[in-house]
């Protein structure tokens, strides 16, 4: 007997759930088809109590299910509940094998050899039942598995974990204490993975806590005829860099992601766009595919999250029922476009900005709408300053139609810029991490698109012609202003597209000793440092923050490199080849003198840094130590501090109760200790992956965390000098009076453990407030004293002097400084 | 850039302070009273009013220091005002005396105040030589990382301890179960020099232990070789590895305590310093507590019973 639906929703993930709940609600006739014997099995499948997030917060979720942030179990009970409460038709256990026929006459095979007869399918399969396997003879033994729910679960085995990824480091990491932990990664070192799950698992590898075979892939997998005397069931072959190895094993676990279950999607008639494995359907705005009446949602149509996925389902029921509704961000969107003149609607508006704003030109409707979600129109009127010269702002901003004026140099007001609609500005903030370049102030009739750093960053890695446009924008506009300041930066064109953009990792280098002096170098992003050796010993001789240039003393010269350039952080540099160089030069002779001036500057330096020698070593320990990307940081003269932690107590006392520096902690070098504390960051890595975009960067520099923080930890294990802690912030402070007279309330900077019994003491109203909003841990982190008046606490707090806060161009005096105190 | 609490804004306050002192004299130098120079004329009000403002303002630091969402200046300014112009009291208030003391409680004040002002000097004498030793003593680590080195060190040394014997497994216990660095008030400023240690004891054991030990491997390796004494021969190689071997042990463990002891004694002396540079404190202030009492006292009498 064949059944026959009007709709086969196939899959009952978020998006297959609500797809269902809606054709139930609209009283559609449908099935929902679900292999696992449960509801939404990539959910089920996450780690036992993993807190799930329900982002993009701004996007309105619309859908007959509930959805919020909240543990993996109460989301899947609620879930459970509503389906029960609709009485869903749902059929578990049923695993679809093929699809074919046309729309209005499809036919549903399934596993179990029935066949269902559908009018349209929809096909929310997610992509999490296709794990990428080992892709070599015996991928599917029992022992080898792609997934890990509890790590808890096994001891005492001997593991290997086959990944470079995240999850294979964060696996591996929480096996390794009471098991026996090898991991396997094809290449030489872990690059794909966050930054802290590379120094944890560089570290845990350094320690022989787990073992590592790099440049290593899998040969085969054998079952042991016999388990050995230690229970290992199987036999594991890697192809190493110096040849076979064959390890025992207990148990493979291989983390190596999900891919599209192409060979099903292509039986079904669906053409994938390219051929790379990770590519996934092309579908319409109504998310249909190229074959009528089939229907992609959710994570195989390219949405990666939850709430996406649901707000999908409830659209493409309507789509198929014949009403499509207006996409759930249309109403949100309208309202940030709705002032622009002599438009009725939100497509009509979002093309009219593609058009205006070249680079916005190669996105898709789709990119544009998600784009424009986290934009914002602006009109300001004549005369107002959109960011000031020296502002640590990193907004984006597009100019739409008017007119502003761009002043580098406030000096020299008839040096303005003004620029057209369609250009930009605001990219040197936004790719140096440093302070703004120049001040900004609109014209008349002045419509702006302003962009957070975050959409903005997240655009250009995802749309390479982005990219490339502002790139070739902002090295005209860079060149011009370092070396050629003063001329328009169009003139530049024909010697920035000779230039290139070149990506160093922290270590890299830059120049050798003794390459040729045929390469001229600016720094837009990261910094360098310079090394040269006397007699035998590597001497740092000087550091290059953004803005300096490489390779201008041997050019002069015409002398190859007696120095080394060492990149300390993720840097970019424009590359001027030698012959573009000397074009420039002579076109426009301020070049060479600005190059002259560079010269004297370098020289100057590393006499300084040659006279003492020493100082080089603090250079390359204050390296380390993230000064050469920090924008401010906490340091202590040793010899000044009685550690009296005045410094944290005066923190505490001003942050809620919760110090966001630790003295004692961090590393000291001749007598310059560096506490735990934020360094403020050019490219803040706690901003790189925060849900709710809650970390954020004040006019000053300051990195800040808001409100909004979800407490998931993200920047935590992002942050590389381990400043970030999670904690309960209190409001309530008694003033300092009543401590003194009356020793009321809390002592001042008394930490968390005092104020806790003071809250006990407050009366009940108080305490019921606060039962009702949970205490929930945050990331609480040094906001540089940002809303405080005089600045820093702990630095005015010092009693001694021996605190103070360094912006690292600054550092040149604090080395000459000590310098002066050394001999 | 670094600016210690002495050259605060180019020695700001000491200027101040060399100033009002040399202000002082001068009129009390120019000052021809019609009795002799002493609190009661009106340049002996003068200055006796400025020197109780300035100890009251001297003791109102306390409070200014721990009212940390203040903006007015830093806290290295304030102490840096403290130092100097605490220092220009002595100047200051023994003018204001026209050097009229007695055993009264006029000069008792007087006498607290030159005590606390001792004791501040005593402050920043501790406060300019201490932090530069205490932070080369520390060699890069923090409290909590000795501590916790201390203990590592302890658990290898009762380990190795364990496989030579039980009397030294005792004695490594016992010099382990003694607490060895939180030690009483007294101790914490001697650097814990009083008394006998267990750690030196259990040093001293090892020693004599280990030379017993060689002797033995010794006296086993200088039996003749004859052949009637060859089972002897072999029992004795056998012994003499055993011994070998528990003396390479007992070397280990000898490393492990001395590297214990070195370590013990830094921390002690990390104590003792962190203890000099806190303690003092606790005198300066609660005389001068006192002082201010005995000045409220000192200014209420002269009223009533001049
Ligand atoms: C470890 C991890 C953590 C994540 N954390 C978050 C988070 O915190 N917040 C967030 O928003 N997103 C998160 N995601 C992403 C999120 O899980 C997905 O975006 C979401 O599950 C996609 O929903 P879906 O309905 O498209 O697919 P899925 O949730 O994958 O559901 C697909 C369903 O289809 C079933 N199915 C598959 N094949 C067949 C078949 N042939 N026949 C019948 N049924 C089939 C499956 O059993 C499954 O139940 C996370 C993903 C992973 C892997
Ligand atoms: C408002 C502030 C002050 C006032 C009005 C004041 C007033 C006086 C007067 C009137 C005398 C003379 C008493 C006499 O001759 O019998 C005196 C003496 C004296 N004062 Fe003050 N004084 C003040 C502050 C101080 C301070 C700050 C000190 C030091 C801590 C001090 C220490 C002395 C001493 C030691 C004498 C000499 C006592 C003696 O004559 O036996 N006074 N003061
Ligand atoms: C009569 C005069 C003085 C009075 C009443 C006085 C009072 C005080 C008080 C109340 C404190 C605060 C301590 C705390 O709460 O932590 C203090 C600190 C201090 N005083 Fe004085 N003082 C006097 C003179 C001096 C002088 C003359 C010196 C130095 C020569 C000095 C040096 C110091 C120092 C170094 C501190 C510690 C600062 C810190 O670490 O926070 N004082 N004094
Ligand atoms: S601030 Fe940190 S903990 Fe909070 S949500 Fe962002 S990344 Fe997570
Ligand atoms: S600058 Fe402010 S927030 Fe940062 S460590 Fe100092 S007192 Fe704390
Ligand atoms: S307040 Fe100054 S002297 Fe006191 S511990 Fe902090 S840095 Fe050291």
Not at chain 1, 131 to 139: S, Y
Not at chain 1, 214 to 239: D, K
Not at chain 1, 567 to 593: H, K
Not at chain 1, 665 to 682: D, K, N, Q, V, W
Request: proline share 4%.
């Amino acid at each position: 007997m064949t059944e026959q639906f009007k709709i086969v929703i196939v899959g009952a993930g978020p998006a297959g759930l609500s797809a269902a709940g809606r054709a139930h609600e609209l009283d559609i006739a449908y099935v929902l088809l679900e292999s696992a014997p449960h509801l939404a099995n990539t959910i089920y499948a996450y780690q036992k109590g993993k807190y799930v997030m329900a982002e993009p917060s701004v996007l309105p979720l619309r859908s007959p299910y509930e959805f919020a942030a909240g543990t993996r179990e109460s989301i899947l009970e609620s879930w459970q509940q509503r389906s029960d409460q609709l009485d869903l038709n749902i059929r578990y256990r049923a695993e679809v094998t093929a699809i074919q026929g046309q729309q209005g006459q499809f036919t549903v095979s399934l596993q179990n050899g029935d066949q269902i007869a559908a009018e349209n399918v929809v096909l929310s399969m997610g992509m999490q039942g296709n794990l990428r396997k080992l892709g070599a003879e015996g991928e599917d033994l029992p022992f080898v598995q792609y997934q890990l729910q509890d790590p808890d679960e096994f001891e005492d085995e001997t593991i290997v974990i086959v990944g470079a990824g995240d999850s294979a480091i964060e696996n591996a990491l929480a096996l390794a204490g009471q098991n026996n932990v090898y991991i396997v990664n094809r290449r030489d070192e872990f690059a794909r993975a966050k930054e802290r799950n590379v120094q944890l698992i560089t570290k845990a590898i350094e320690d022989g806590v787990i073992d590592c075979f790099y440049s290593s892939s899998i040969n085969r997998v054998e079952a042991l005829v016999q388990a050995s005397s230690n229970g290992e069931q199987g036999l594991l072959v890697l192809n190493t860099a110096d040849g076979e190895a064959t390890l025992e094993v207990h148990r493979i676990i291989a983390r190596l992601g999900a891919i599209p279950p192409r060979k099903f999607l292509e039986a079904c008639g669906i053409e994938l766009p390219s051929a790379d494995p990770s590519a996934v359907p092309a579908v319409d705005q109504y998310y249909q595919s190229n074959v009528a009446g089939l229907y992609v949602i959710g994570e195989l149509s390219g949405a990666p999250l939850i709430k996406p996925s649901m707000n999908q389902g409830y659209e493409v029921i309507h789509a198929i029922n014949g009403d499509p509704v207006a996409p759930v961000d249309e109403e949100l969107l309208w309202d940030k476009l709705n002032q622009l003149v002599g438009v009725s609607n939100v497509k009509q508006a979002l093309d009219l900005l593609q058009q205006g704003i070249a680079f916005l030109g190669s996105l898709t409707h789709m990119q544009m709408r998600e784009f424009m979600l986290d934009s914002e129109l602006i009109f300001p009127s004549p005369g107002t300053v959109i960011y000031q010269k020296n502002d640590y702002s990193d907004e984006f901003y597009s100019l739409f139609s008017g007119d502003v004026s761009l002043i580098a140099n406030i000096d020299v007001p008839d040096q303005a810029m003004n620029l057209q609609p369609g250009e930009f500005f605001g990219e040197w903030s936004l790719i140096s991490g440093r302070r703004r370049a120049e001040t900004v102030t609109a014209g008349k009739n002045c419509v702006l698109l302003k962009t957070s750093r975050r959409a903005m960053r997240k655009l250009m890695l995802s749309v390479p012609d982005v990219q490339q446009e502002i790139d070739r924008i902002a090295v005209q506009r860079t060149l011009q202003h370092f070396l050629v300041p003063g001329v328009p930066p169009e003139m530049l064109e024909p010697y920035a597209q000779r230039s290139s953009i070149e990506r160093f990792k922290p270590h890299d280098v830059i120049v050798h000793a003794g390459d040729a002096p045929d390469v001229f170098r600016l720094i837009r992003c990261g910094s360098a440092m310079v090394k040269r050796n006397l007699s035998g010993k590597d001497v740092v001789v000087s550091f290059l923050p953004v803005g300096s240039f490489i390779g201008e003393v041997p050019l002069l010269s015409e002398k190859p490199s007696r120095e080394t350039v060492l990149a300390t952080v993720n840097t970019e540099t424009i590359r001027v080849d030698r012959d573009i160089l000397i074009e420039l030069m002579d076109q426009f002779p301020a070049v060479r003198s600005r190059l002259d001036m560079s010269v004297q500057e370098t020289l100057r330096k590393e006499i300084q840094f040659a006279n003492h020698p020493e100082a080089g070593d603090l250079v390359a320990f204050m390296m380390d130590q993230g000064i050469g990307e920090g924008t401010d940081v906490l340091m202590i003269d040793e010899t000044l501090c009685v550690h009296c932690d005045n410094c944290e107590t005066a923190c505490a006392d001003t942050h809620g109760g919760v110090s966001r520096l630790d003295r004692e902690a961090g590393p000291s070098f001749a007598y310059l200790h560096i506490p735990t504390s934020c360094r403020h960051c050019e490219h803040p890595h706690c901003m790189t992956d925060c849900p709710p975009d809650a970390i954020h960067r004040a006019t000053n520099g300051e990195v800040y965390i808001e409100d909004s923080c979800i407490g998931c930890g993200n920047c935590q294990s992002n942050c590389p000098y381990g400043v970030i802690q999670m904690g309960v912030v209190k409001e309530n402070k008694t003033s300092l009076f009543s401590w003194l007279l009356f020793g009321k309330g809390n002592a001042p900077g008394s930490k968390d453990g005092d104020a806790s019994q003071n809250d006990k003491a407050n009366g009940s109203d108080k305490l019921a407030q606060e039962s009702a909003t949970p205490k929930i841990k945050k990331a609480v982190k040094c906001d540089m004293c940002k809303g405080l008046v005089g600045g820093a606490a702990c630095v005015r707090a010092c009693p001694t002097g021996a605190a103070i806060r360094l912006a690292p161009e600054k550092m040149v005096d604090l080395l000459r400084e000590r310098n002066r105190r050394a001999s | 850039m670094h600016e210690s609490f002495f050259r605060y804004q180019n020695f700001f306050w000491l200027k101040v302070a060399i100033a009002l002192s040399a202000v002082s004299i001068a009129l009390y130098a120019w000052h021809t009273p019609s009795v002799v120079a002493n609190g009661g004329t009106w340049l002996g009000y003068t200055l006796g009013t400025v020197a109780a403002v300035l100890i009251v303002w001297l003791a109102w630091f306390g409070a200014r220091k721990r009212d940390y969402s203040s903006s007015s200046s830093k806290i290295s300014g304030w102490l840096s005002a403290h130092v100097y112009l605490g220092l220009a009291l002595i100047v200051v208030a023994t003018l204001h005396t026209g050097f009229q003391f007695g055993w009264n409680v006029h000069t008792l004040a007087y006498g607290l105040m030159i005590v606390v002002i001792v004791s501040g000097m005593y402050g920043i004498y501790l406060y300019a030589m201490l932090p530069g030793r205490l932070a080369s003593n520390r060699q890069g680590m923090t409290r909590e990382q000795m501590l916790d080195e201390i203990r590592d060190l302890d658990e290898t040394a009762l380990g190795l301890a364990d496989q030579i014997d039980s009397r030294v497994h005792e004695v490594i216990l016992r010099s382990v179960e003694k607490p060895g660095v939180m030690l009483s008030f007294w101790q914490q400023l001697t650097a814990g020099k009083l008394g006998k240690d267990p750690l030196d004891s259990a040093e001293r054991f090892l020693r004599g232990y280990q030379n017993d030990l060689v002797d033995a491997t010794l006296f086993l390796d200088a039996q003749p070789q004859s052949g009637a004494q060859a089972t002897m021969m072999y029992i004795s190689n056998v012994m003499a590895g055993m011994e070998a071997e528990k003396v390479d042990k007992l070397r280990a463990l000898m490393e492990t305590v001395g590297r214990k002891k070195s370590l013990l004694k830094r921390t002690r002396r990390d104590v003792q310093l962190k203890a000099l540079l806190q303690l003092w404190l606790f005198f300066h202030v609660p005389v001068s507590m006192a002082l201010l009492a005995a000045l409220l006292i000192h200014i209420i009498s002269v009223f009533l019973y001049w």
